[in-house]
């Protein structure tokens, strides 16, 4: 069975672009998380989705964004990028509600680097 | 805001030693402890994981140690192998309208041969 699947794994923008970040969850998966990974402050929750809708949203900026296809797959965007938003953004799937029982499957990340 | 403590930040242990990491948390809404380990360049996996009814559950090497009114959990590797070397993460599920992980900052466990 394949895993969760994140593209790309790494890329390289400059201040004030936008990304666009996709996540495949586990086939059955239908809740996906999004969480930003840093040195400094760890894993943070971005927000997650559960069948095309928002359940819940972390503390920050609306420059980040997400959304979730029909079929489970999620996109997340970053606009107006800063430098500080050079992260490894992990996306990770449940088989329900993730936060039902913290059986998060995580995806290896996209490594944003911001110039 | 609702936080996980974590530590030590790092942990080096010989191996067969005993790796104990651990975490405190403010909020009592927390309903479930959850313990990933990360390798390099991969994401979290799910280790073991505790609901706060319970004081300790053990899964191989690996133990749970739960206090509810000190608001502590803790890891403890027994017999610890070069293979448990990672970046091990506590956090805590909080109950209500906004449920979400709270992870901790994390403990690089190096385990020497």
């Known amino acids: 069975k394949a895993g969760v699947t994140q593209t790309p794994r790494y890329l390289i923008k400059t201040r004030g672009q936008q990304v666009t970040l996709s996540c495949s969850p586990i086939s059955g998966h239908r809740s996906v998380s999004w969480y930003q990974q840093t040195p400094g402050q760890g894993l943070q929750f971005l927000f997650e989705y559960f069948s095309e809708t928002q359940r819940n949203k972390g503390n920050f900026p609306g420059r980040f964004s997400g959304r979730q296809f029909s079929n489970s797959r999620s996109e997340m965007n970053v606009s107006t990028l800063e430098l500080g938003d050079s992260a490894l953004y992990l996306c990770?799937?449940?088989?329900?509600?993730?936060?039902?029982?913290?059986?998060?499957?995580f995806g290896e990340g996209s490594r944003l680097t911001v110039l | 805001q609702q936080q996980v403590k974590q530590s030590p930040q790092s942990l080096i242990v010989q191996k067969g030693g005993i790796s104990i990491i651990n975490c405190a948390y403010e909020n009592t809404a927390f309903d479930y402890f959850p313990w990933y380990q990360q390798f390099p360049g991969k994401g979290p996996a799910l280790l073991i994981a505790?609901?706060?009814?319970?004081s300790e559950k053990k899964e191989g090497r690996f133990t749970i140690s739960f206090n509810k009114s000190a608001k502590q959990f803790s890891l403890h590797i027994m017999d610890s192998q070069p293979g448990d070397s990672a970046t091990y993460f506590c956090a805590a599920k909080t109950q209500g309208g906004s449920e979400k992980l709270v992870f901790g900052k994390g403990t690089k466990l190096t385990v020497n041969p």
């Open positions: 505790i609901r706060p009814d319970v």
């Open positions: 990770a799937s449940s088989l329900r509600l993730a936060v039902n029982t913290g059986e998060l499957f």
